[in-house]
C-alpha cells in the first residue's frame, strides 16, 4: 500500500511538473506577443481592406473626362518615363475602366515610381513611390516593422509563440467540470473583478482560438525563414518554372526590382540610348520594343484576366512580353505570355497548373488577407483580430491584477491536468517546423536550466510551484 502511494504521488508530482510547464509557456508566449499582437492586428485590419482603401485613394483619377482617341501604350510610357529621368517601364498596369487614369510603373534600378497620366491627352496627373504608396506602407509595417530583415525574424518569432498561447490556453481553459455554457461559450456579465475578466479571456479564446491559429499559419510564408523554408521545399518536390508567388521580405523584393530593371533596359534598349550608341551593336531595338507594347495591350486586354492586370516587358530582346493577373483572390491569378512582334498569344499558366505549394500557400494568403471569399472574408478575419486583441488585454489585465511581489509573475498551477505532456510534445513539434522557434524555445529552455541552480531566479520566473518543492 504505502509502495502504491509512493507511485500515486511521484505520478502526480510529474503531471504537475508538466503542468507548470505549459502554464509557464503560456505566461512568457502571452507577455512577449501582447505588444506584437496589437500592432499586427491593427496593421493587419487595415490592410484587410486594401481594395477599398486603394480605390477611394485612386478615386481623384478615375471617371475622368474623356474626349477623342487614347494615345498609344507606348507614347504613355515615353511620358511616363520623362516623369523620372533615366527610368525605364517596369511594369504597364491594364486601366480597369475606360476613364480610369493610366497607371505606369517606372524604374531606376530598385527604386520605382508610379505615374498616373490621362489616357486620352497624357497628362500627368500624379507620380508616387511605389514604397511610398499608403498600402505599401502599412504592408513594411505589418510585415517588417519596417525594420527589413530583423523585424520579419521578429513578427515570424511572435507569429510562433502567439500560437503557443493560444493552444496551451485553449488547453488550460478547456472547460472540465464546469456546468452548463455560461463562462464557456459566452461570458458572465453579471460578475466582476478578476472573473468578470477571466470569463473575458477564456471564452474569447474558445471561440477565436482555431481561426486565429489558422490565420497566422497562412501569414508565415511572408517571414523571412519560413518563407525560404517553403521555396526550398517547393524547388525540391517537383520541377518548378518561375518564381514563387509570395513575398520573402523587402530584400528580396528589392533585388527582384534591380533584376526586373536590368532585364528592361536590355530588352528596350534604354541602355544603348543612354550612352549615345545610337543603332551600333543591335542596339536599335528600342524603338521596336516600344511599338511591341502597343501590339502586346490589345491582346492581353482580351484575355480578361481579372484586375489588377501588369504587363511586364520581357527579360531579352527577343522574349515574350508577360501579362500577370495580381487579384488578391489568389486562385483566379493568371500569368500569360505574348510574342512582341507579333502580339500573339503564346502560352497561358492559371492557378490549378501551378506547383501544389504555391496551389497551397495561395488559398492560404487569399484567406489571410481577407480575398478568398469578398467581404464576409474580410469581416471574419477583422473578427479574429479583435478577438485576438482581446485576448491580449484581457490577460495582461488579469496578469497586473495577481501579479505576486518581486517575481515576474508566472501564475502557479492549481491542481492537476492529466496529459500536459502531450501539449509539451506538441509545442516541439512546432519547434521543428517553424525553425526560427525552435531557436527561441531551446533559448527559453536553456534559461530555465540555468535559473534553476539559483532559488532567487527560480522564484522570479516561476519554475516552481510556492506548495511544491521542485
Not at 184 to 200: C, E, F, T
Not at 393 to 422: E, F, N, Q, T
Amino acid at each position: 500500500m504505502t509502495l502504491g502511494i509512493a507511485k500515486s504521488g511521484a505520478a502526480d508530482a510529474r503531471q504537475e511538473k508538466w503542468y507548470r510547464t505549459v502554464w509557464r509557456w503560456h505566461f512568457y508566449a502571452g507577455l512577449f506577443t501582447m505588444p506584437f499582437i496589437l500592432w499586427l492586428s491593427c496593421t493587419g485590419a487595415l490592410y484587410l481592406f486594401k481594395p477599398q482603401i486603394e480605390r477611394w485613394i485612386d478615386s481623384p483619377y478615375n471617371n475622368l473626362t474623356i474626349t477623342g482617341a487614347p494615345l498609344a501604350p507606348s507614347v504613355l510610357v515615353e511620358r511616363a518615363q520623362a516623369v523620372v529621368p533615366g527610368s525605364v517601364l517596369h511594369r504597364f498596369i491594364l486601366p480597369e475602366e475606360a476613364d480610369d487614369a493610366q497607371q505606369i510603373v517606372v524604374g531606376v534600378g530598385p527604386d520605382e515610381t508610379r505615374v498616373y497620366l490621362h489616357p486620352h491627352t497624357g497628362e500627368v496627373l500624379k507620380n508616387v513611390g511605389e514604397q511610398d504608396r499608403f498600402m505599401r506602407v502599412v504592408l513594411h509595417l505589418h510585415g517588417e516593422l519596417m525594420m527589413g530583415r530583423w523585424g520579419s525574424v521578429l513578427v515570424e518569432l511572435a507569429a510562433s509563440w502567439t500560437i503557443v498561447m493560444l493552444i496551451t490556453g485553449l488547453f488550460l481553459w478547456w472547460p472540465r467540470d464546469s456546468k452548463g455554457l455560461a463562462g464557456v461559450l459566452y461570458p458572465r456579465l453579471s460578475r466582476s473583478g478578476r472573473n468578470w475578466w477571466k470569463d473575458i479571456h477564456a471564452v474569447t479564446g474558445i471561440w477565436v482560438t482555431l481561426f486565429a491559429a489558422l490565420l497566422i499559419f497562412t501569414g508565415l510564408p511572408w517571414a523571412q525563414s519560413w518563407g525560404n523554408y517553403l521555396a526550398t521545399m517547393r524547388e525540391m518536390t517537383g520541377q518548378v518554372e518561375g518564381p514563387v508567388d509570395w513575398s520573402r521580405g523587402s530584400d528580396a523584393e528589392r533585388e527582384e526590382r534591380a533584376a526586373l530593371d536590368r532585364h528592361a533596359r536590355v530588352s528596350m534598349g534604354a541602355h544603348a540610348a543612354h550612352h549615345g550608341m545610337g543603332t551600333m551593336g543591335g542596339m536599335q531595338a528600342a524603338p521596336s520594343m516600344a511599338a511591341q507594347l502597343d501590339r502586346v495591350m490589345p491582346t492581353a486586354t482580351r484575355l480578361n484576366l481579372p484586375a489588377p492586370v501588369e504587363i511586364t516587358p520581357p527579360v531579352t530582346a527577343s522574349g515574350p512580353w508577360r501579362a500577370v493577373s495580381n487579384t488578391a483572390n489568389r486562385p483566379q491569378r493568371s500569368t500569360a505570355e505574348i510574342n512582341g512582334e507579333t502580339g500573339a498569344l503564346i502560352g497561358r499558366v492559371d492557378f490549378a497548373e501551378r506547383h501544389w505549394i504555391d496551389r497551397v500557400v495561395g488559398y492560404g494568403v487569399a484567406w489571410h488577407e481577407g480575398a478568398l471569399f469578398g467581404l464576409a472574408n474580410q469581416l471574419l478575419a477583422l473578427a479574429i483580430l479583435v478577438g485576438l486583441i482581446t485576448l491580449s488585454l484581457s490577460g495582461a489585465v488579469m496578469w497586473w491584477r495577481r501579479r505576486p511581489d518581486g517575481r515576474l509573475g508566472a501564475p502557479a498551477p492549481k491542481g492537476i491536468i492529466r496529459h500536459s505532456w502531450l501539449l509539451v510534445g506538441l509545442t516541439v513539434v512546432l519547434a521543428f517546423v517553424v525553425p526560427l522557434f525552435g531557436f527561441s524555445l531551446a533559448l527559453v529552455i536553456l534559461i530555465e536550466r540555468c535559473g534553476r541552480r539559483s532559488s532567487t531566479v527560480q522564484s522570479f520566473l516561476g519554475l516552481r510551484s510556492p506548495s511544491v518543492n521542485s
